[in-house]
């Protein structure tokens, strides 16, 4: 390189130096204004307090992120943003303000770190939570030593917040809350009584009843009925004379309630409390969907609706004292394979959690079902989502019943002894494919058949 090219390098580097000077000059006598001033007040202003360096996206508690705006401007990740930006209701944290619009102290802005406040995220019933305890929903298989080991407490700290007496009886998809040390567990139990008061409360209530009529079209099933108008297929079945819904013919003329519940015929001597007990809702949502007032005098033979009520099976209460069998119950097929446990589970066709009064035992279309001990056969016929069901009665108030099945081999009042052929495995009713429904009742209410199976 020559000289001469030497000495022009020099001078153009000499006076980039001094531009660089005077651009670096200006920009921070901007930047001192903007102090006193929002930035979109300058068209072309860049930048350089620390406060305006904020990543254009800060984790919420909840590890989402969301976009932080700082003096009107849309703070990027590669650094401040340049020229005036308007920022849309709602999307965007304002300085100064946080999103419900309070006005935050420039205190909670220091080492060019944002700090957003936990109201701004979070509601009041959030917040306690985050302090004081997790909710915890039992999975297929947990033990409560199990669920243990996930959190800063023991086993027994959970009986207690839970108010559990036995620690080997979890039901799948139970809720627990877990209590963030032992200290709380007095806060998390008056948390636990006020959410069943407010789920309480709630069953109280109920809209007035508005029922509809819908024909069967060509394709149509129950299930697909229920779906259409979001409601339970049982519902269905209790506002409806539906003798064998595998039979669904298009033009019959089905009532379509707004809400699930059954229709229910007043007999002599009933009285509201007792009915609503009896089919586990409230007196005071049955005034209110019936449109009834405060009292209400029932007459014999007329027909009233049950909000939130499935359809009440009777026959089970036949059992108490009938000769034969006993409490000694033998597994009613040779397979001993159950898909879905008793009690607590997701239902299969609404995805909600509901109790699961039987057990789910595994076979192949058409195998013999057989009397698991010796009875007297109380019903045996179609049952609402039970499908074809044999129910037997036996001594001691117990019961049994075998359901979704495909064909019925004994007849009502006909004495059975264990072991004997009853019916076959079928997907009659509600069903999501072949399989045996059990269910084993003492006095009309329902337990776990494991509990007595041998």
Known sequence: MSQRMRYLRGRIGFWLFLAGMASAVVIMALAGGAKARTLGSSPMALALNQEL??????????????????NGHPQGMSGPAIGPFQSGSGLFIRDGA????????RESLRDGK???????????????????????????GETLIAIARQYPVGVKDILRANELDNPDRLDLGQKLFIPRSSDV?????????????????????????????????EGDSLWS?????????NTLFGCNDLKNPDYLKPGVTLQIPNQDGILYKVEKGDTLSEIAKKYGTYAEAVLASNRFGEQRTLKKGEEIFLPRAKPHVSVFE???????????????????????GFGWRRDPFSGGRDFHTGIDITASRGAVIRASTAGRVAYAGWMGGY??????????GYTSLYAHCQSLLVHKGQYVPRGKAIARVGTSGRSTGPHLHFEVRRNNSAINPKKVLQ
């Open 387 to 396: 499908g074809r069901v044999v129910v037997l009665s036996h001594k001691s």
């Open 114 to 140: 944002r700090r957003l406040p936990l109201s701004s995220e979070r509601s009041d019933e959030e917040q306690e939570r985050e302090r004081c305890w997790e909710e915890h929903t039992v999975c297929k």
């Open 318 to 340: 036949s059992g108490r004292g009938v000769p034969g069998g006993g409490s000694g119950f033998r597994w009613p097929m040779s397979s001993h394979s159950v898909s879905s």
């Open 185 to 217: 567990i007095p806060r998390v139990i008056e948390e636990r009584e006020r959410i069943r008061q407010e789920r309480e409360r709630k069953q109280r209530r109920a809209e007035p009843l508005e029922m509809k009529e819908y024909t069967v079209q």
């Open 98 to 105: 946080d999103a419900s619009g309070r006005e935050e102290s």
């Open 53 to 70: 360096f904020q990543p254009a996206f800060a984790a919420t508690p909840s590890g989402e992120f969301r976009t932080v705006v700082v």
């Open 225 to 233: 009925i229920a779906g259409k108008f979001d409601l339970d297929i």
